[in-house]
């Protein structure tokens, strides 16, 4: 058939971008996952000149002369920095798409609680980056779609994704949304109650990066049964003293981090629990019964599966590859981009 071959030939530029707000992943059609970077911008203090962007700027974070700042462009889950965020869409879709781009198509996924203006910003940043038409989907239909759930049958699907800065818990049905909330406290905020513990508890300042890896390395919400060696792990931190200012080390314990990480897990949970009192009986009954789905980074965090379940009373599941799941949705709807027709209309900036 000469007339696909020729099609995808043209739409084989064609990429979905999961623009998150702690990292960026570009999805080609027919390749996967390309790229998948920080979202971050370093640049010349006072100018909105880049001079690095994605993995290199994230190495410069907190390591920066005075002359350089390290931008998050998209730090609280909209875009917080406008040119910095076009540079950032820029540079990503030139490394992912060499060549030509003018007849590049892109699905972009946004958060669900963006408005009308962020929305125009985010495709009229995307069409600069040089594409010819821009779709935009939303995050949770993304995350849900990349976790394998049914989403186009007659049958609710819970979805939390938490990300860096926001966590969005959804209930999808029939290929829609039926009630959404958008919450702004994710990894960066578990973060931050790291470095608030250590600065109160111990009288040491941390840097924000310094506090994720404390996360990473022996973060919990709660005690996973099969995992009894998460309990006793330990991680020595360097800082500054808040008085004083010389640099201490200072060792911390799984425990006292799970503390520490207790109010903003809280609000996670507190979440979930009210979008479920918002859904439908019939749709609350198809989540009970077939369990709520984690994605993002956030969801990597152990027990916090365990702990959802416990305070929900509903089977909670993490997805696979759940930092891919957003870049892994907008790439299914990449795929179908010919298929899905006017279904999937392109927006205008
Ligand atoms: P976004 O979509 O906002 O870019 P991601 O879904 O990429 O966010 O998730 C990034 C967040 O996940 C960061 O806050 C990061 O610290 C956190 N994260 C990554 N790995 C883990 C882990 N193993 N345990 C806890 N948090 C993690
Ligand atoms: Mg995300």
């Given at each position: 058939?000469?007339?696909?071959?020729?099609?995808?030939?043209?739409?084989s530029?064609d990429?979905?971008?999961?623009l998150?707000t702690a990292?960026?992943?570009?999805?080609?059609?027919g390749?996967g996952?390309?790229l998948n970077?920080p979202?971050?911008?370093?640049?010349r203090?006072?100018t909105?000149?880049?001079l690095?962007?994605?993995?290199e700027?994230?190495?410069?974070i907190?390591r920066?002369?005075?002359?350089?700042?390290?931008?998050r462009?998209l730090?609280d889950?909209v875009?917080?920095d406008y040119?910095?965020?076009?540079?950032?869409?820029?540079h990503f879709?030139?490394?992912?798409v060499?060549?030509?781009?003018?007849?590049?198509?892109m699905?972009?996924?946004?958060?669900?609680?963006?408005?009308p203006?962020?929305?125009?910003?985010i495709?009229?940043?995307?069409?600069?980056?040089?594409?010819?038409?821009?779709h935009?989907?939303e995050?949770?239909?993304a995350?849900?779609?990349?976790?394998?759930?049914?989403?186009?049958e007659?049958?609710?699907s819970?979805?939390?994704d938490?990300g860096g800065?926001?966590?969005?818990?959804?209930?999808i049905s029939?290929g829609?949304?039926?009630t959404?909330?958008?919450?702004?406290?994710?990894?960066?905020r578990?973060?931050?109650?790291?470095?608030?513990y250590?600065?109160q508890?111990?009288?040491?300042?941390?840097?924000e990066?310094?506090?994720?890896?404390?996360?990473?390395?022996?973060?919990s919400?709660w005690?996973?049964?099969?995992?009894?060696e998460?309990?006793?792990?330990?991680?020595?931190v360097?800082?500054?003293e808040r008085?004083?200012g010389?640099p201490?080390?200072l060792?911390?314990?799984a425990?006292?981090?799970?503390?520490a990480?207790d109010e903003?897990?809280e609000?996670?949970?507190?979440a979930?629990?009210?979008t479920?009192?918002?859904?439908?009986p019939?749709l609350?009954?198809?989540?009970?019964e077939?369990?709520?789905?984690?994605?993002g980074g956030?969801a990597?965090?152990?027990?916090?599966?365990?702990?959802m379940?416990?305070?929900t009373?509903?089977?909670?599941?993490?997805?696979?590859?759940?930092?891919?799941?957003?870049?892994?949705g907008s790439?299914?709807?990449?795929?179908?981009?010919d298929a899905l027709?006017?279904?999937?209309?392109?927006?205008?900036?």
């Open positions: 058939m000469p007339q696909v071959s020729s099609n995808k030939t043209a739409s530029r990429i979905g971008i999961d998150g990292n960026t992943l570009v999805y080609a059609r390749h996952i390309v970077e979202s971050v911008v370093a640049v203090a006072g909105s000149t880049a690095a962007v994605g993995t700027a994230k190495e410069t907190g920066t002369p005075g002359s350089i700042t390290a931008i462009p730090k889950g875009i917080c040119e910095a965020a076009e540079e950032m869409i820029r879709v030139r490394k992912a060499p060549g030509r781009r003018s007849r590049t198509r699905v972009v996924c946004v958060p669900s609680g963006v408005t203006v962020e929305r125009r910003a495709v009229h940043a995307s069409t600069r980056a040089g594409a010819r038409a821009v935009l989907i995050e949770p239909m995350a849900a779609i990349g976790a394998g759930l049914p989403v186009s007659a049958r609710g819970m979805v939390v938490i800065g926001t966590t969005e818990v959804a209930v029939l829609g949304i039926v959404s909330q958008s919450l702004r406290v994710g990894g960066d578990l973060d931050a109650a790291i470095s608030a250590v600065r508890e111990h009288g040491l300042l941390i840097g990066r310094t506090a994720e890896d404390v996360k990473v390395a022996i973060g919400a005690p996973v049964p099969d995992r009894p998460l309990e006793t792990r330990t991680f020595t360097r800082g500054r008085v004083g010389m201490r080390t060792e911390l314990s425990a006292a981090v799970r503390s990480l903003p897990v609000a996670v949970i507190a979930v629990r009210s479920l009192e918002e859904c439908p019939e609350s009954g198809d989540v009970m077939h369990g709520i789905v984690l994605t956030g990597l965090l152990p027990g916090l599966d365990l702990r379940a416990s305070a009373g509903i089977p909670v599941f993490v997805a696979d590859d759940p930092l891919d799941c957003v870049a892994l790439g299914r709807c990449v795929e179908d981009l027709g006017g279904l999937l209309a392109p927006a205008r900036a």
